[in-house]
């Protein structure tokens, strides 16, 4: 079954730590995105990535396409950094970008 | 920076009747799709749109689901008789292309509760 799996569910940190949340698929895949729902439910693209790593700001997101791995990195954590973290990739590209998503992580971080 | 917007955010209707909910995806895009999300669960995958015609549909598209893309610029997506189950949120999403290096936005999202 083609999926894409995430760990952990659910996080939560304090201030300041490092937070990774990881995720891996089991087909090959053209890339990956990274994306941040809020509590109000909208969702936010953070990174689309198809090999090594991006950077932007406290986030890092790196990618091992031959493991089928993806981690998102937050440095020095924050609590507007609370939020669920959902990896999705086109699984199955039959022409299209359609997105296979896992089930998130929810991340607190208490000040 | 471009953006693609739904609306309305928020929309709530009776079982049995129908409801539009409405996409302005970026301007330039090709490629558009639905994606629902019931509540605690993962998003997932609708009905993808391309040249006019549904290029993929997922087994939840069923023929009480319909889009269309009336003018142009707004991409639409019809319930037609609304269940309960129906209820998630909705999100509407647009690409430039297909393939590496292509990127999807997304709308901020309709939340549909059906009562």
């Known amino acids: 079954k083609n999926e894409v799996e995430q760990s952990p569910q659910n996080l939560t940190a304090q201030e300041g730590e490092f937070i990774t949340i990881n995720c891996s698929y089991s087909?090959?895949?053209?890339?990956l995105h990274w994306l941040q729902q809020h509590p109000g439910g909208g969702i936010v693209s953070l990174f689309m990535?198809?090999?090594g790593k991006k950077k932007h700001g406290r986030l890092i997101a790196t990618i091992n396409i031959q493991e089928k791995h993806s981690s998102l990195h937050i440095t020095a954590s924050h609590p507007r950094d609370s939020a669920v973290y959902i990896c999705?990739?086109?699984?199955?590209?039959?022409?299209?970008?359609?997105?296979?998503f896992g089930t998130g992580t929810r991340l607190t971080i208490i000040p | 920076e471009p953006e693609v917007t739904q609306t309305p955010s928020h929309q709530v209707t009776q079982m049995g009747q129908e409801v539009i909910l409405r996409c302005v995806p970026i301007?330039?895009?090709?490629?558009f799709y639905w994606y629902r999300q019931i509540l605690g669960q993962k998003v997932e995958f609708l009905v993808s749109?391309?040249?006019?015609?549904?290029?993929?549909k997922s087994e939840i598209f069923d023929d009480q689901f319909s889009v269309e893309r009336p003018d142009g610029s707004n991409f639409t997506l019809k319930i037609r008789s609304t269940k309960l189950e129906d209820s998630a949120m909705y999100f509407c999403?647009?690409?430039?292309?297909?393939?590496?290096?292509?990127?999807?936005?997304f709308g901020q999202g309709t939340r549909l509760t059906v009562v």
């Open positions: 999403a647009s690409s430039a292309g297909v393939g590496l290096g292509t990127e999807a936005f």
């Open positions: 087909v090959g895949i053209s890339a």
């Open positions: 990535l198809s090999s």
């Open positions: 999705a990739a086109p699984l199955l590209n039959f022409g299209n970008e359609k997105l296979t």
């Open positions: 301007s330039n895009h090709l490629y």
């Open positions: 749109f391309y040249n006019n015609e549904i290029s993929e």
